[in-house]
C-alpha cells in the first residue's frame, strides 16, 4: 500500500540529505505512528509521502515511493492528492486563502473535483459534526484559535475521503479533550478502511491508535516495532523522543526490583494498570 525502497532527499539549495536510503512498508488498512525528535525530517518524510516532494518543494528526490498503487514522482500533484492527503503541520498554512467561511473551505477540495453541489453539503455536514466544528461553519477561517483552525485543516483532508491520510503532528494545537476526540475520529476513520500515517510527539495516544510505529533518526529509519515494544523502548530516551510517564515510573520501579526484571513496560495508563495489578496479585499470592 505505502511503499518506500531506497529513497533520498536533499531540499533545494542544499547540500545534505536529509533522509538517506530510506525503506518503509506500510500495509493497507494499518494505522502506523512515526516518532522523531525534532529536526529529524518528520515533516519532510510526510511530504514526500503525500506527493509534496517533488512536485511542490522540489529538490532532489531519489529511490521510489508508491502510495496506493502510485509512482508519486511520476503521478500529477492533483493525481497524487487523490490518492492520499496531508494535514499539514501549521493549520494555519492549511488554509486555502480563497474561501470566506469554513463552509466553503470545507467544499473547497470536493469543488475542485467537481462533486455535484448537494452531495458536497452532506459531505460538509458530516464532517463538521464528526469533529464538532458544526458551530464554526459560517464563521471565517482566518477568525478562528489554533485549535478550531487545526481542527478545519483535518476536516478539510478527511472529507476527501483518500485512501491514504497522513497527519503531521495533527493534534499539536489541541487541549487534552481536543486531542482525544482527532484520535476517536482517527479510529472510526480505520474502521472504514483507511491507511493512517500519524506522525505525533504524543506518546500514550500512539500506543493506544498505532498499530506498529517506526523511529527517524540519523536520517534513516532505524527501528519499528509494535507500538508499545517500540514506545517503551529504552533507546527512546538516546533518540531524542522521550517516554511517557509510565514508562519512566515502571523502568525505574524494575531499577528498584518493585517489578520484576522481564516485566514488559507499559506506555499508557492502561498498560500501567495492568502491569501493577499482575504484580500486586503475584505478592499477595
Ligand atoms: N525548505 C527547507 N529547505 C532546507 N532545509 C529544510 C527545509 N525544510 C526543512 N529543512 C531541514 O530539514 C531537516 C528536517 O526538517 P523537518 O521539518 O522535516 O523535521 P521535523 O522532524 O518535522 O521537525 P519538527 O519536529 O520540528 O517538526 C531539518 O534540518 C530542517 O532544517
Ligand atoms: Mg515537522
Same mark, same amino acid.
Given at each position: 500500500m505505502i511503499q518506500l525502497d531506497d529513497v533520498s532527499y536533499a531540499y533545494p539549495d542544499? @547540500?545534505?540529505?536529509? %533522509? *538517506?536510503h530510506m525503506n518503509l512498508s506500510i500495509p493497507a488498512g494499518s494505522v502506523t505512528g512515526i516518532v522523531g525528535a525534532s529536526g529529524a525530517g518528520k515533516t519532510t518524510l510526510a511530504k514526500i509521502l503525500s506527493g509534496f516532494i517533488p512536485h511542490v518543494d522540489g529538490g532532489e528526490l531519489s529511490g521510489t515511493v508508491v502510495v496506493d498503487g502510485v509512482t508519486i514522482a511520476e503521478a500529477s500533484l492533483a493525481d497524487a492528492v487523490s490518492h492520499v492527503g496531508l494535514v499539514i503541520q501549521s493549520p494555519f498554512n492549511q488554509i486555502s486563502g480563497a474561501k470566506f467561511t469554513v463552509r466553503e473551505e470545507l467544499a473547497f477540495g470536493l469543488e475542485n473535483l467537481g462533486v455535484p453541489r448537494d452531495e458536497m453539503a452532506v459531505r460538509v455536514a458530516e464532517v463538521a459534526d464528526l469533529l464538532g466544528i458544526t458551530g464554526l461553519l @459560517?464563521? *471565517?477561517?482566518?477568525? %478562528?484559535s489554533g485549535g478550531q483552525q487545526q481542527l478545519v485543516a483535518i476536516a478539510s483532508m478527511i472529507i476527501m475521503r483518500t485512501p491514504v491520510l497522513v497527519m503531521d503532528e495533527p493534534t499539536s494545537q489541541l487541549d487534552p479533550g481536543g486531542t482525544r476526540m482527532v484520535f476517536d475520529v482517527m479510529s472510526s476513520l480505520r474502521d472504514s478502511g483507511i491507511t493512517l500515517v500519524i506522525f505525533e510527539h504524543k506518546l500514550e495516544l500512539l500506543r493506544e491508535h498505532a498499530d506498529v510505529v517506526h523511529v527517524l533518526a540519523d536520517h534513516q529509519l532505524i527501528a519499528h516495532g509494535p507500538s508499545r515494544a517500540m514506545l517503551a523502548d529504552p533507546r527512546m530516551e538516546e533518540w531524542g523522543i522521550g517516554s511517557t510517564r509510565f514508562t519512566a515510573a515502571a523502568s525505574e520501579a524494575r531499577t528498584k526490583k518493585l517489578l520484576p526484571a522481564d516485566v514488559e513496560l507499559p506506555v499508557s495508563i492502561e498498560d500501567a494498570a495492568t502491569v501493577f495489578a499482575s504484580f500486586a496479585s503475584s505478592k499477595g499470592a
Amino acid at each position: 500500500m505505502i511503499q518506500l525502497d531506497d529513497v533520498s532527499y536533499a531540499y533545494p539549495d542544499t @547540500d545534505h540529505f536529509v %533522509l *538517506s536510503h530510506m525503506n518503509l512498508s506500510i500495509p493497507a488498512g494499518s494505522v502506523t505512528g512515526i516518532v522523531g525528535a525534532s529536526g529529524a525530517g518528520k515533516t519532510t518524510l510526510a511530504k514526500i509521502l503525500s506527493g509534496f516532494i517533488p512536485h511542490v518543494d522540489g529538490g532532489e528526490l531519489s529511490g521510489t515511493v508508491v502510495v496506493d498503487g502510485v509512482t508519486i514522482a511520476e503521478a500529477s500533484l492533483a493525481d497524487a492528492v487523490s490518492h492520499v492527503g496531508l494535514v499539514i503541520q501549521s493549520p494555519f498554512n492549511q488554509i486555502s486563502g480563497a474561501k470566506f467561511t469554513v463552509r466553503e473551505e470545507l467544499a473547497f477540495g470536493l469543488e475542485n473535483l467537481g462533486v455535484p453541489r448537494d452531495e458536497m453539503a452532506v459531505r460538509v455536514a458530516e464532517v463538521a459534526d464528526l469533529l464538532g466544528i458544526t458551530g464554526l461553519l @459560517d464563521r *471565517s477561517p482566518y477568525a %478562528l484559535s489554533g485549535g478550531q483552525q487545526q481542527l478545519v485543516a483535518i476536516a478539510s483532508m478527511i472529507i476527501m475521503r483518500t485512501p491514504v491520510l497522513v497527519m503531521d503532528e495533527p493534534t499539536s494545537q489541541l487541549d487534552p479533550g481536543g486531542t482525544r476526540m482527532v484520535f476517536d475520529v482517527m479510529s472510526s476513520l480505520r474502521d472504514s478502511g483507511i491507511t493512517l500515517v500519524i506522525f505525533e510527539h504524543k506518546l500514550e495516544l500512539l500506543r493506544e491508535h498505532a498499530d506498529v510505529v517506526h523511529v527517524l533518526a540519523d536520517h534513516q529509519l532505524i527501528a519499528h516495532g509494535p507500538s508499545r515494544a517500540m514506545l517503551a523502548d529504552p533507546r527512546m530516551e538516546e533518540w531524542g523522543i522521550g517516554s511517557t510517564r509510565f514508562t519512566a515510573a515502571a523502568s525505574e520501579a524494575r531499577t528498584k526490583k518493585l517489578l520484576p526484571a522481564d516485566v514488559e513496560l507499559p506506555v499508557s495508563i492502561e498498560d500501567a494498570a495492568t502491569v501493577f495489578a499482575s504484580f500486586a496479585s503475584s505478592k499477595g499470592a
